[in-house]
C-alpha cells in the first residue's frame, strides 16, 4: 500500500502539485489517468524522490520515503520511465541493474543475483535473447526487458509511466496481462495510462489527476462516468457492455 497526503511539488518556483491526496493498493493494479501537464509524471517521479517536493508526504506500508537511503527506497520501488534512451548493453546486462540494491561495494554478482536474473528473463519469455544487443529489439521486446530488471530488483511496489506507448495492441495487452499477474502476487502496480479502454479493462484502481489535483478516484467505472472526467478532458463517454466487458466510446 502506498499513501500520499498533501504532497506539493513545484518547478522552479511554480507550484504543480497542489497537496495531492491518493492511495494505492496492495495487490492491485492502480492507474493515474488526466490530460497531459496535469502532473501524472511528476507524481511518480516524487514518489521515487526524483523530483524534491515542497511539503506533503509518500508512505510504503506506514513508512515514509523520505527516511529511506535511495538503496532501501531501490529495495521497496522499482520505476519504469517513459520512453528512454535505448542503452547499448545487452539484455541480461540490462535485467542485471536489477540487482545492484542488493550488492555491496565493490559489485559482485553472486549465484543468486544470476539466478534471480535468469528467472525474470524466463517470466518475460526472452531467456532466448540474453545476449543480444538491447538496440536490436522490437519496442514490446524492450519493455518486457525493463519489466524483468523490475521483477530482478524484487520489490513490492512497480510504477510504470506510460508502459503501452508505442506499443501494438498486441504487445499492449501482453504487457498488462503481466502487470496483472504482479499484482496477483501481491505487488503495488501503478502505472500511468492514457488509453481508456485498457483502463477500464485492467485497472482495479483509478487516480483522476487534473490540473496539478485528484479531482476523483476509485473504480474505473466509477471514474470514468464521473463528471470529474468529463470536466478534466473535457468530453463525455458513454458505455457498451458486450460478452468481453464493458468498452466506453467518446460522446460528442
Ligand atoms: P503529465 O505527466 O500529467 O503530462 P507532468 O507531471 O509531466 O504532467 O507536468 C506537470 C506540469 O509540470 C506541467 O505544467 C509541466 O509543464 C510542468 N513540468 C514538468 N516537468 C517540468 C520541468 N522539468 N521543469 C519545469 N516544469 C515542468
Known amino acids: 500500500m502506498v499513501e500520499i497526503r498533501d504532497l506539493r511539488v513545484s518547478y522552479e518556483g511554480e ?10 493498493p496492495k495487490g492491485k493494479i492502480s492507474v493515474i489517468i488526466g490530460p497531459n501537464g496535469s502532473g501524472k509524471s511528476t507524481t511518480i517521479k ?26 532501501e527506497l531501490a529495495r521497496k520501488m522499482a520505476y519504469i520511465p517513459q520512453g528512454r534512451n535505448v542503452p547499448d548493453i545487452t539484455v541480461n546486462r540490462m535485467v542485471m541493474h536489477g540487482r545492484f540494491p542488493y550488492l555491496s561495494y565493490p559489485r559482485r554478482y553472486r549465484p543468486e543475483d544470476h539466478e534471480m536474473v535468469r528467472k525474470a528473463l524466463e517470466w518475460v519469455g526472452l531467456t532466448d535473447l540474453a545476449h543480444k544487443k538491447m538496440s536490436q529489439l522490437s ?18 511496489v512497480i510504477l510504470m509511466d506510460e508502459p503501452t506507448t508505442y506499443l501494438d495492441i498486441r504487445n499492449q495487452f501482453e504487457l498488462l496481462d503481466r502487470a496483472r499477474l504482479l499484482a496477483k502476487e501481491g505487488k503495488t502496480v501503478i502505472m500511468i495510462l492514457h488509453d481508456l479502454e485498457s483502463v477500464l479493462r485492467y485497472a482495479d484502481h483509478v487516480v483522476l489527476m487534473d490540473s496539478g489535483s485528484v479531482t476523483a478516484s476509485g473504480t474505473a467505472s466509477e471514474v470514468l462516468a464521473s463528471e470529474a472526467l468529463k470536466k478534466a478532458f473535457g468530453i463525455e463517454l458513454s458505455f457498451i457492455e458486450t460478452e468481453d466487458g464493458v468498452h466506453c466510446f467518446v460522446k460528442r
Open 139 to 156: 519496442g514490446g521486446q524492450r519493455q518486457k526487458v525493463y519489466l524483468a530488471m523490475t521483477l530482478a530488483q524484487d520489490t513490492g
Open 15 to 24: 507550484e504543480v502539485l497542489h497537496g495531492m491526496d491518493a492511495h494505492f
Open 46 to 71: 516524487a514518489m521515487m524522490r526524483l523530483v524534491a517536493s515542497d511539503s506533503g508526504s509518500v508512505e510504503i506500508d506506514g513508512e515514509p520515503v523520505s527516511s529511506l537511503s535511495q538503496t
